[in-house]
Every structure is written in structure tokens, then in C-alpha cells.
């Protein structure tokens, strides 16, 4: 092929240096409930905004999306701004729960995320959409190899986590997030209907024991 034809690569660089730096601050990590080494969530998370159509700072944001939070707060901030510049660490700022220690009470952080949904930037929808997105792909498939007990892995349990996933699909469509948003609404109805078809066989299991 002419190298005169050749295209500018989307990713370069420095997408393989936030990726290494990514897998090295999560080394640890594993997906609740599992052995799933956490940094396979973030490369599907880059992956999802790269088919997407997002550009390299979003892919990038995308595989630390969750630093912030989880790996050393105020201090991980300031790497992120040095390494890949001020878009990404507000892309990242936007998607971070809190970088609070203690964590705020569960249900307090849901909230303001789901708040703060209508205000973030487009940038910001897009990586905070893929991660949702794959997330409740997650919690589908565990439900439906596990059953009810997938629920003790999440701190709200199974009425807070059914809450705070509507409410995202909601909060994502009042956006106007195309199909990952429709992607979201669509896992969360059917997670929704599985977790209604198991609460009835649990009240006629019970009926048939009294």
C-alpha cells in the first residue's frame, strides 16, 4: 500500500500508554463477585466508544474513567491532567461517582450522579453511556447464570440496583443518547421482567408451602 495513502491512525500512543497505565492502577481490581481481572471492564468500555465514533481522548477516558474514584482520588486527578490534558480529566471528573473518602452513602452518590446527568457534557454522556451499557450487559448475564443471589454483590441490593438502573435509562433518554441509550432502556426492561417472573415464583412458592 502507498504510505502516502495511509490514514492517521485514530488511536496513537498515547491511548497504549493510558491503556498500561489503566491495567497498573487496577491490577487488583476484579468485576464484583468475580475473579474477572476489572481492567477487561475498561477496555469494553473503550472498546464501546470507539465503535461509537469516539475520538482518542475519549477512548482514553474511557479506560480511566474510574481512577479517580478508585485508585487514589485527588492525587490520580492530577496525574491524568499531566499525562493526557485537561478534556480528559474532565471527561473522567464527570463520570467519577465521588472522590470523597469515606464514599457519601450509597443511595446519596446515586443520586447526584442521576442529577448530574443532565448537565455533563457530551463528551462526558458518551463515556458515562458505554459504561452503563456494559455494566447492565453484566448484571443480565450474571442474573441469568446466578439467579437472585447476584444481588447480595450490590450494595443496594435488588430493589436499589433495579431503581438506580431505571433511572439512568431514564435520565440517558432524556438525552436523546441514541442507541446505547436505547441499549440501556432494552437490558434494563428485560432485567426488570426477569426480576418480576422470579418475585411471582417466589410468592407461589410460598403460597404452596403455607
Not at 69 to 76: P, S
Not at 85 to 98: K, L, W
Not at 116 to 143: C, F, G, M, T, V
Request: charged letters at 30%; one cysteine or more.
Amino acid at each position: 500500500m502507498d504510505s502516502s495513502r495511509r490514514k492517521t491512525p485514530r488511536l496513537t500512543a498515547r491511548f497504549r500508554e493510558a491503556l498500561i497505565w489503566a491495567a497498573e492502577l487496577h491490577e487488583t481490581q476484579t468485576r464484583k463477585g468475580s475473579d474477572t481481572p476489572y481492567v477487561g471492564h475498561l477496555m469494553a468500555v473503550a472498546s464501546t466508544v470507539i465503535e461509537h465514533g469516539g475520538d482518542e481522548e475519549q477512548a482514553i477516558a474511557a479506560l480511566l474513567h474510574d481512577a479517580i474514584e478508585d485508585q487514589g482520588g485527588e492525587e490520580t486527578r492530577q496525574q491524568i491532567r499531566r499525562r493526557f490534558g485537561d478534556r480528559v480529566v474532565a471527561i473522567v471528573d464527570a463520570c467519577t461517582d465521588t472522590d470523597e473518602t469515606p464514599k457519601p452513602p450509597w443511595r446519596v452518590r446515586k443520586e447526584r450522579y442521576i442529577a448530574h446527568l443532565a448537565e455533563i457534557s457530551e463528551d462526558a454522556l458518551l463515556i458515562s453511556l458505554a459504561d452503563k451499557y456494559q455494566n447492565a450487559s453484566a448484571i443480565l448475564r450474571d442474573y441469568q447464570l446466578v439467579g437472585e443471589e447476584l444481588w447480595e454483590r450490590f450494595t443496594g441490593k435488588k430493589d436499589g440496583t433495579l431503581w438506580y438502573y431505571r433511572s439512568l435509562a431514564e435520565a440517558y433518554a432524556a438525552r436523546d443518547g441514541g442507541w446505547l441509550a436505547a441499549e440501556v432502556d432494552r437490558i434494563v426492561s428485560e432485567l426488570e421482567h426477569l426480576a418480576a417472573l422470579e418475585s411471582d415464583r417466589d410468592q407461589q412458592s410460598r403460597g404452596h408451602n403455607t
